[in-house]
């Protein structure tokens, strides 16, 4: 099994900051920086990856919320009432869980939901 990396094991309040950063624009080097001048043993290029790693769990995260509303729009606003609102919201996180999954084992695949 890989280490973690070193932005991985950064304590939370410097991960934080981290993220703060790179949602409002900064960049890497900006970012490396800041946390050098915190004491943080970081490098450019590990906190590159790492970023690219927050990218694609935004846009997962993005394509889940997408979903979810896609369903709800054809189910329509009354579905998400009671009992059957319910089980539309478990149906939903199974289905979005289940989708994210096969995009993890394959990033490239063109999966349909019917």
């Known amino acids: 099994m890989p280490r973690t990396?070193?932005?991985r094991r950064l304590p939370p309040e410097l991960r934080e900051q981290l993220h703060a950063m790179l949602d409002a624009g900064h960049t890497l080097e900006a970012i490396t920086?800041?946390?050098k001048a915190l004491g943080a043993d970081v490098s450019r290029s590990g906190l590159g990856r790492y970023k690219q790693q927050v990218d694609k769990v935004a846009a997962r995260l993005r394509e889940s919320r997408a979903m979810a509303e896609a369903v709800m729009e054809r189910m329509g606003a009354q579905a998400a009432t009671g009992k059957s609102g319910a089980a539309l919201i478990e149906m939903l996180?199974?289905?979005?869980?289940?989708?994210?999954l096969r995009r993890m084992d394959d990033p490239d695949a063109e999966i349909e939901v019917d």
Request: charged fraction near 15%; hydrophobic fraction near 35%; avoid cysteine.
């Open 33 to 35: 920086a800041h946390l």
């Open 93 to 100: 996180t199974t289905l979005t869980s289940d989708y994210l």
């Open 5 to 7: 990396s070193k932005v």
